[in-house]
């Protein structure tokens, strides 16, 4: 028997200021991309069945793009009668009861094993049974669910549990209404011949638990996510199981540091290869007050001009002598950044430069703020 295990697909997702061709978010079309290629896999590999572990989609009420794409693809496995067994994450469960479920669309595939109500299902074929416990908004049904859970097993067939959350502390996502499986229950996991996780974006084994394991996200939602390996989990139970994950390719992310104190040097000295479409992160080091009103972002994008966008971190030498932020007094941010350059900088008329530079950056900002509102 062979399972592919796939997870945080997030589609709909969408961040950066830039549009394909189609015009389209890129970030948005990333994400189409590495759904079918995962659907591109499953056609061609023909596993006996699909599990998806939440957060098809980023948000509860996806757009109709979103929608659409995701039917389109999944008739696919509908097409090649392989079967989906899907259940919802936190990012696709409406937060009150009004809101239908997202998911409920997917009933309308007869191959499309969707679980979304907020209550332990359990999923059956000769062969094995998917125990699918989405996410629950109320985590205090969880002890109850797991009992049902446990009444569950057959031990004439594979049993496999499903669930959308953090198996300990260190699988948090810090996001609204993950919950944490209670460590008391841990030892269903034994009685599984496999546990399958969402929520948490990147692969791998939970713990001492050698069948429990996260398939990770297949795009990255964040750019602090630097993982270059995405994609899904090939489970085969000839011997085992045996847990393999099969990548797909995802657009290149970059990282730079530049010290300012050095700042001709370090640019000269760049390596610039390998940046055409990518994501880039540009740290700025030592900076001074001076230096960071000098250095602007859009001197920074420039350098990479090729890649598809350039996000720049600024971090600065602490002044000596410096106050702490208790020592600081209630004033505005405009006044307190005029006020470290001049401390900062000896030269009068240098001090006047940056100060009216700056004082332009706060209008500006002020301006485009209100336009916000």
Not at 65 to 84: H, M, N, S
Not at 277 to 294: F, M, Q
């Amino acid at each position: 028997m062979k399972i592919i295990h796939f997870s945080d697909t997030h589609l709909g997702f969408s961040d950066l200021d830039v549009v394909n061709e189609a015009g389209i978010n890129q970030r948005e079309a990333d994400f189409y991309k590495a759904f079918s290629d995962v659907i591109d896999a499953i056609v061609e590999t023909r596993p006996d069945y699909v599990m998806h572990t939440g957060d098809l989609f980023h948000r509860a009420s996806p757009s109709n793009r979103a929608i659409t794409f995701a039917l389109t693809q999944l008739k696919r496995l509908e097409e090649a009668k392989i079967p989906f067994i899907i259940i919802a994450g936190n990012h696709s469960t409406p937060r009150t009861s009004t809101s239908s479920p997202i998911l409920q669309a997917l009933r309308t595939l007869d191959n499309i094993h969707p679980v979304f109500e907020q209550h332990y299902e359990k999923v059956e074929f000769d062969d094995v049974i998917f125990h699918a416990l989405p996410h629950v908004n109320d985590e205090r049904i969880i002890p109850d669910e797991l009992e049902q859970v446990e009444a569950s097993i057959d031990a004439g067939r594979k049993n496999i549990l499903m669930m959308h959350c953090s198996v300990g502390a260190h699988y948090l996502m810090h996001e609204f209404g993950e919950w944490v499986f209670p460590k008391e229950k841990e030892y269903l996991f034994e009685k599984m011949d496999y546990v399958a996780l969402g929520h948490w974006h990147g692969f791998g084994a939970v713990g001492k638990h050698k069948n429990v394991f996260y398939s990770g996200s297949t795009e990255r939602t964040s750019s602090s996510d630097k993982r270059e390996e995405k994609g899904y989990v090939l489970l085969d139970f000839e011997n085992g199981p045996s847990v393999e994950l099969n990548t797909i390719n995802l657009r290149r992310t970059r990282s730079f540091t530049i010290d300012t104190e050095h700042y001709e040097e370090a640019v000269a000295g760049l390596d610039l290869s390998g940046i055409e479409d990518a994501l880039v992160e540009v740290v700025l080091t030592n900076l001074t007050t001076a230096t960071s009103i000098d250095i602007t972002n859009k001197e920074i994008a420039a350098i990479f001009g090729t890649a598809l966008h350039v996000k720049v971190k600024r971090e600065f030498k602490a002044a000596e002598g410096s106050a702490s932020p208790d020592d600081i007094e209630s004033v505005s941010l405009e006044s307190c950044f005029v006020s470290h350059i001049v401390e900062s900088v000896e030269s009068r008329e240098e001090q006047e430069r940056l100060a009216g530079k700056a004082k332009a950056l706060f209008a500006r900002y002020e301006e485009s703020d209100d336009d916000a509102l």
